[in-house]
Structures are given as structure tokens and as C-alpha cells.
T-cell receptor, first 113, second 113 residues
Framework: KQEVTQIPAALSVPEGENLVLNCSFT??????LQWFRQDPGKGLTSLLL?????REQTSGRLNASLDKSSGRSTLYIAASQPGDSATYLC????????????FGKGTTLSVSS | DAGITQSPRHKVTETGTPVTLRCHQT?????MYWYRQDPGHGLRLIHY???????DKGEVSDGYSVSRSKTEDFLLTLESATSSQTSVYFC????????????FGPGTRLTVT
């Protein structure tokens, strides 16, 4: 059974710091990996999707990498801002396009000014 | 924004009553999903649909049923609500035009008293 783990569960950093959020998964037979952001009491916003054949994706200050063989992904946030404070969720789909996401429990990030 | 709406957004109901949550999408996506989000458990799949009248169970389907009579609507029904079904419910679609990236609705907060 696929399990997705995110470490750390919570992270506090000062504004301007570069940071890395970690995601690991137990079964490397994934179709793709998706990073989401969730603000308190709100829905999920898709940040980046990495297909299993890709190594990384970038969007603005965000860069996500994927090492399928080792079962790891990282989300790099450059020059963090207080507005980046949120919970970041990692999720994978299995090796068929129609299957659902399996989520980690998230990393709650707090960026102080 | 993938054109996903959920209704109601908030609901309080009593144990033993039936409850139906609605997910509506405007972009003709084939795949639709219902997840629930609970502290300590993260997001878990309840049911999903891969077309009109085509549905399947997820990880936590006990006590829930679904129906999809039109492409745009996916209904989640709690036949007899229990306190353990107090949760936030999210609907999602999978966009095959964007490498099967999943997008989520705003959520429904359900409280069963």
C-alpha cells in the first residue's frame, strides 16, 4: 500500500530564507506527483505537477524535484515571504491515469516578517 | 480555477439524518472525486467517478454512496449521518488536458451532532 510521508510536520523560518520541504513515498510506481498549498479553512491550490518521467518543475519561486527511484520529492521555496505561510501537501497518483491522489499529511509553514 | 463548485458550503445535521452534498463542474471533465479531510488523517478518498453512471469505492467508502447521472454533477450521500462523518469534504476533478492534474473545489464543512 502506498504511503506518503512529509517531514517536517511544521516549519518556522524568517522572511527571506530559502527552504526545502520533503516528501517521500513507499512505492515508486507512481504516475505523477503533485504539490498543493492549503490556507487555513480553505481549499487546495495546485502548485506544481511532476510527471513520473520528469525530474523537476518550476513555477516562479517554487521548484519541485522528483527522484522516483528513491521515492523522494522536494519543494524548494526561494526567498520566502509571510504570504507563503500555509500548509503544503504532497500527493501521488499510481501508475494509471485515472487513479486518485494519495496524500501526505502536510508541512505547515510559518514565515515571520 | 477549474470551475468546481460545492454545495452546501456548510451544514449542521443530526445523527441519523440523510445528507447529500453536491459537486458541480462546468468543464466536462470525465474524472471526479470525493475526499474527506480530518486532523491527523489528512485527505482520504471516499468515492470516485470515471464517467456518467461509472463510480468506484475509495479507501473510506463505508457509510457513503455516490451518483453521477450527468457529467457535470457528482453527488455524495450519507444515508444516515454519524458523528464520525463530521469532516470537511472536498470534490476534485482530474484534467486530462493538463497531464491529469487534479483541481479541488472549495470544500463543504459538515458537522453531525
Amino acid at each position: 500500500k502506498q504511503e506518503v510521508t512529509q517531514i517536517p510536520a511544521a516549519l518556522s523560518v524568517p522572511e527571506g530564507e530559502n527552504l526545502v520541504l520533503n516528501c517521500s513515498f513507499t512505492d515508486s510506481a507512481i504516475y505523477n506527483l503533485q504539490w498543493f498549498r492549503q490556507d487555513p479553512g480553505k481549499g487546495l491550490t495546485s502548485l506544481l505537477l511532476i510527471q513520473s518521467s520528469q525530474r523537476e518543475q518550476t513555477s516562479g519561486r517554487l521548484n519541485a524535484s522528483l527522484d522516483k527511484s528513491s521515492g523522494r520529492s522536494t519543494l524548494y521555496i526561494a526567498a520566502s515571504q509571510p504570504g507563503d505561510s500555509a500548509t503544503y501537501l504532497c500527493a501521488v497518483t499510481h501508475n494509471q491515469a485515472g487513479t486518485a491522489l494519495i496524500f501526505g499529511k502536510g508541512t505547515t509553514l510559518s514565515v515571520s516578517s | 480555477d477549474a470551475g468546481i463548485t460545492q454545495s452546501p458550503r456548510h451544514k449542521v445535521t443530526e445523527t441519523g439524518t440523510p445528507v447529500t452534498l453536491r459537486c458541480h463542474q462546468t468543464e466536462n471533465h470525465r474524472y471526479m472525486y470525493w475526499y474527506r479531510q480530518d486532523p491527523g488523517h489528512g485527505l482520504r478518498l471516499i468515492h470516485y467517478s470515471y464517467g456518467v453512471k461509472d463510480t468506484d469505492k475509495g479507501e473510506v467508502s463505508d457509510g457513503y454512496s455516490v451518483s453521477r447521472s450527468k457529467t457535470e454533477d457528482f453527488l455524495l450521500t450519507l444515508e444516515s449521518a454519524t458523528s464520525s462523518q463530521t469532516s470537511v469534504y472536498f470534490c476534485a476533478i482530474k484534467d486530462r488536458n493538463r497531464t491529469y492534474e487534479q483541481y479541488f473545489g472549495p470544500g463543504t464543512r459538515l458537522t453531525v451532532t
